[in-house]
């Protein structure tokens, strides 16, 4: 029997008030009818979670994910290539990025 797939969904809210993400709550939910497990990391300082990269791919890491998914804005974007770049030196897992700066700005293929 092939092993669950692991997910973690992390959506950067930092720079914004604390809320839930749809987006993120929709893929959880198809991701889980399909059999993966699925952990959120949400990080915002409400959360306990504040925008310190190195500290927040340590505790990403932890999951021990087949894949991570960083949800990000404009406002984000260049923490999410900070993050990226430190979850790559604590974890194997895929990184895929998506959200709003990734799928409508042409700048989303600059090295992340």
């Known amino acids: 029997m092939e092993q669950r ?3 973690v969904f992390v959506p950067l809210s930092y720079n914004m008030h604390l809320s839930y993400h749809h987006g993120i709550g929709i893929l959880a939910a198809v991701a889980k009818q399909y059999g993966a497990k699925v952990d959120i ?3 915002h300082d409400d ?3 504040p925008a310190i990269a190195e500290k927040c791919a340590k505790e ?3 999951f021990q994910a087949d894949f991570i ?3 990000t804005s404009s ?3 260049k923490f999410a290539k900070v ?3 430190e979850l790559r030196k604590v974890s194997n897992a895929k990184i895929i990025v998506g959200g709003a700066h990734p799928t409508f ?3 989303f293929s600059d090295g992340l």
Do not use: F, P, T, V
Request: aromatic residues 8%.
């Open 5 to 7: 797939k692991k997910i």
């Open 105 to 107: 700005c042409s700048d």
């Open 83 to 85: 993050l990226a770049a």
């Open 75 to 77: 406002l984000e974007w």
């Open 60 to 62: 990403i890491s932890r």
């Open 41 to 43: 990391y949400q990080i």
């Open 69 to 71: 998914g960083i949800s």
């Open 47 to 49: 959360l306990g979670h």
